[in-house]
């Protein structure tokens, strides 16, 4: 039995097996008292002074000598119905405002009045290059080194790549 005190002490026990030898601490006064001894001389190993006899009694007379605190009684249970009402109040008006602002009334854009539009210029059968502003070697290195501080969306895919690997023919050509 002393084997199983000490296992117990030490947390070795699972529920199941420390259940009956828990059990024979409260009838075998000799397991009890091999419970204390154990406790004894692990206070001393521990350096910790043993409590003096009777320090039970002494804790009990002194807990009986306390004044008995009076507490309030909890409130009546129609306080967590008042909650879930403004709970319901709150909800009911965000859905309102939600509402409000996307399918309220719009103010109509102001009108302004059209002049006659001037006639389509008439068509010219020569093809136009797209205008194109020369960049020079220095402003092509300037945009490579701080291409990582412009703003960019995650979805662009391939055209950040794009711009930075283009360039104009006449820089090609030098």
């Not at 008292?33 to 007379?61: C, I, N, Q, Y």
């Given at each position: 039995?002393?084997e199983?005190?000490?296992?117990?002490?030490?947390?070795?026990?699972?529920?199941r097996?420390?259940?009956?030898v828990?059990?024979?601490?409260?009838?075998?006064?000799?397991?009890?008292?091999?419970?204390?001894?154990?406790?004894?001389?692990?206070?001393?190993?521990?350096?910790?002074?043993?409590?003096?006899?009777?320090?039970?009694?002494?804790?009990?007379?002194?807990?009986?000598?306390?004044?008995?605190?009076?507490?309030?009684r909890?409130?009546?249970?129609?306080?967590?119905?008042?909650?879930?009402?403004?709970?319901?109040?709150?909800?009911?008006?965000?859905?309102?405002?939600?509402?409000?602002?996307?399918f309220?009334?719009?103010?109509?854009?102001?009108?302004?009045?059209?002049?006659?539009?001037?006639?389509?210029p008439?068509?010219?059968?020569?093809?136009?290059?797209?205008?194109?502003?020369?960049?020079?070697?220095?402003?092509?290195?300037?945009?490579?080194?701080?291409?990582?501080?412009?703003?960019?969306?995650?979805?662009?895919?391939?055209?950040?790549?794009?711009?930075?690997?283009s360039?104009?023919?006449?820089?090609?050509?030098?």
């Amino acid at each position: 039995m002393k084997e199983k005190i000490s296992a117990l002490m030490d947390g070795e026990l699972d529920e199941r097996a420390a259940a009956p030898v828990l059990d024979a601490l409260g009838r075998d006064r000799e397991a009890a008292e091999t419970w204390r001894l154990f406790h004894v001389v692990g206070d001393a190993l521990r350096g910790t002074a043993p409590l003096s006899d009777g320090v039970t009694a002494r804790v009990a007379w002194k807990l009986a000598e306390e004044p008995a605190v009076l507490a309030p009684r909890p409130r009546a249970k129609r306080e967590p119905r008042r909650w879930m009402a403004l709970s319901a109040a709150a909800s009911v008006a965000a859905v309102a405002l939600v509402g409000w602002v996307a399918f309220g009334p719009q103010q109509p854009a102001p009108q302004i009045a059209k002049a006659p539009a001037p006639p389509p210029p008439a068509r010219q059968e020569t093809a136009s290059a797209p205008a194109t502003l020369p960049f020079t070697s220095a402003t092509n290195d300037y945009l490579l080194a701080h291409q990582g501080f412009a703003s960019r969306i995650s979805l662009q895919g391939m055209v950040p790549q794009v711009r930075t690997v283009s360039e104009t023919s006449a820089e090609a050509g030098k």
